[in-house]
């Protein structure tokens, strides 16, 4: 079992920045895959970005050039770095985990979440 724990929500204005962080804790692996996701009100959950155990990366299109996954060097904190906020990117943001090499930006195929964070973009 992977618990995750999600922080660093809030609200800020459009053109504002917000650092999201994802405390791991649980079995390790030396394989694996993290992502965020979100979800807005009457959406279906979506892809953000992921990230393999050996540091690639990937975004999806609409937020590629204004944020960032990261993790710190233990590999126990998941980090977004998101910048230039907009109002369409307010959504409740989970942390999503899957053990192996294989890393997808596809929600079904995470086997472990977060509870999640609220994002909240005004203009």
């Known amino acids: 079992q992977v618990q995750l724990v999600e922080s660093g929500g809030g609200s800020v204005q459009a053109g504002g920045s917000l650092r999201l962080s994802c405390v791991a804790s649980?079995?390790?692996?030396?394989?694996?895959?993290m992502g965020w996701f979100r979800q807005a009100p009457g959406k279906e959950r979506e892809g953000v970005a992921n990230?393999?155990?050996?540091?690639?990366?990937n975004y999806a299109n609409s937020v590629k050039g204004r944020f960032t996954i990261s993790q710190d060097n233990a590999k126990t904190t998941l980090y977004l770095q998101m910048n230039n906020l907009k109002p369409e990117d307010t959504a409740m943001y989970y942390c999503a985990h899957n053990p192996g090499y294989l890393c997808f930006l596809v929600k079904n195929y995470f086997r472990y979440w977060g509870q999640g964070t609220q994002v909240t973009v005004s203009t």
């Open positions: 990230i393999r155990s050996d540091g690639g990366t």
């Open positions: 649980g079995d390790t692996y030396s394989t694996y895959c």
